[in-house]
């Protein structure tokens, strides 16, 4: 579980993210990241729609993006906004394929923040 002040949880947060930030895809996600101003602490939302499946499969989608998430904030804890998209093959991914994705948008949507010369990354 990731802590309140690690969550995205305001809309206008996700849109901000979606519309300004950075944005990187892979089979089972898309990332959206934004630079965060000063020392402010990083933070991590989720989009699982219904086209990812029933209830029980976003929720398991959920659980292992928000254990992704978790690892990554451990490693950067300030200065980021993530905004993480599940797409439909996420239900069908196992845990090893989910955090993989994952981790490689991340690392891309940051190394497009560095191109684009947003500070801090």
């Not at 519309?19 to 990187?24: F, L």
């Not at 394929?97 to 010369?117: P, Q």
Request: proline residues 4%.
């Amino acid at each position: 579980m990731l802590a309140k002040i690690h969550r995205v949880r305001v809309a206008g947060d996700f849109a901000r993210t979606v519309r300004s930030g950075a944005r990187s895809g892979r089979r089972n996600v898309v990332i959206y990241a934004l630079p965060r101003p000063g020392d402010e602490p990083s933070r991590c939302g989720f989009i699982v729609g219904k086209n990812v499946g029933n209830a029980v499969a976003r929720n398991l989608v959920k659980r292992r993006l928000r254990a992704a998430a978790a690892a990554f904030i451990a490693r950067n804890p300030h200065g980021l906004d993530l905004v993480v998209r599940a797409l439909p093959a996420s239900a069908l991914a196992g845990w090893d394929d989910l955090s993989r994705d994952f981790d490689k948008a991340v690392a891309g949507a940051l190394r497009r923040c560095r191109d684009k010369g947003d500070t801090g990354w």
